[in-house]
């Protein structure tokens, strides 16, 4: 049965920093494909950022240079470390899994879902 808990929202100032966290279990991240989403109220849901099994990531115009995915595989950990943060990254932050995509950043290229952390930026 495969997992996914999302931690680390909460608000946080413009220019500040938070730092995400995805606990998996049911399956090891390094053997997937992993990504952050967001949705904003009223928006559709948004790629943020991937990582695949081999480390190679991708990020959405409107965060490169200011977030940072990664991964701990000793503590099948996926995180999204968010600095410079803006009004705009306001939303739900969820993050996903497959074994692969086609599109790394649609968000029906996942099966498998976490239930979401708030980022408010004030």
């Known amino acids: 049965h495969v997992q996914l808990v999302e931690s680390g929202g909460g608000t946080v100032q413009a220019g500040g920093s938070l730092r995400l966290s995805c606990a998996a279990s049911g399956y090891g991240v390094s053997s997937h494909c992993m990504g952050w989403f967001r949705q904003a109220p009223g928006k559709k849901r948004e790629g943020v950022a991937y990582i695949d099994d081999d480390g190679s990531t991708d990020y959405a115009d409107s965060v490169k240079g200011r977030f940072t995915i990664s991964q701990d595989n000793a503590k099948n950990t996926l995180y999204l470390q968010m600095n410079s943060l803006k009004p705009e990254d306001t939303a739900m932050y969820y993050c996903?899994?497959?074994?692969?995509?086609?599109?790394?950043?649609?968000?029906?290229?996942?099966?498998?879902w976490g239930q979401g952390t708030q980022v408010t930026v004030s």
């Open positions: 996903a899994a497959a074994l692969t995509v086609r599109a790394p950043l649609d968000e029906n290229s996942y099966n498998y």
